[in-house]
């Protein structure tokens, strides 16, 4: 795979499946478009990137839950470069509680960022990108099998499997693909700060966990000419992990 010269949006690039994204791209020499809530972050993963691999670098600090931010992303990548080549949708929240102490607002503020900031950056790469463009979805095992107390995460995460279906009808006719990455135990924060896997509530075995790199190197797949023919997929990438959940 070779990325050189074209142009890959990556959201929640501050560190995790993001940062490693953002490497594998880099060192396949795309030019990189990192998005994350939190400046530092952002700046850290920039410094990463540019420290090992002569790719292009722009940061940048976007709320994915606001359209008019989104839209700016996209503008200033096309400003910058005249191109949008790859999306990678991975910004996402996970919130623990019993569904009975769960509130509205629990639901809308994971939605916002798991599903709605995914569709606005899908919006807008559509009136964007040429054919041949690419968008990779970040779901999660949980769409499929899941736990106690991530009802809102589980949820969303099922909503955007669905609006990868969807989006991928509309997307074939522009020539442009969309497809969907589940991750399964990912060696990230958000899997060791989860109250679950503390807890004993959800057993972690150590060999079936993955590494970032693992999730990247689908992703960089998904989003490259080599699979210009899969549309609308949704790639499990667990170690075999989901069968026993």
């Known amino acids: 795979m070779n990325y050189k010269d074209k142009v890959v949006i990556i959201t929640g690039a501050g560190g995790g499946i993001g940062l490693a994204t953002a490497t594998r791209f880099a060192n396949l020499q795309a030019n990189i478009v990192l998005v994350d809530i939190d400046a530092e972050k952002l700046q850290k993963t920039a410094a990463t990137i540019t420290a ?5 670098v722009l940061p940048l600090v976007c709320d994915v839950t606001v359209e008019a931010a989104v839209q700016k992303v996209v503008e200033d990548t096309m400003r910058r470069w005249g191109r949008l080549d790859v999306v990678v949708n991975n910004a996402g929240l996970m919130i623990f509680k019993p569904i009975e102490e769960q509130t509205l607002e629990d639901w809308i503020k994971v939605f916002s960022v798991d599903l709605f900031g995914a569709f606005f950056f899908i919006k807008h790469a559509f009136k964007t990108m040429k ?6 979805n970040v779901s999660s095992i949980h769409a499929l099998v899941t736990e106690p ?7 969303a995460k099922a909503a ?5 279906r969807s989006a991928s009808l509309e997307g074939k006719p522009k020539g442009i693909r969309v497809n969907a990455i589940l991750p399964g135990a990912i060696d990230t924060p958000m899997l060791w700060s ?15 966990v993955g590494k970032p790199e693992d999730i990247a190197n689908a992703i960089a797949y998904l ?23």
């Open 223 to 245: 989003g490259s000419p080599e699979a210009a023919f899969i549309q609308g997929a949704m790639l499990t990438v667990d170690g075999g992990r989901l069968d026993r959940l």
């Open 149 to 155: 107390m991530v009802a809102p995460y589980a949820a």
């Open 52 to 56: 090992t691999a002569s790719s292009e």
């Open 131 to 136: 054919a041949g463009g690419a968008i990779v």
């Open 160 to 164: 955007l499997l669905s609006l990868t």
């Open 194 to 208: 989860n109250p679950n896997v503390k807890a004993g509530i959800e057993k972690i075995n150590k060999k079936d």
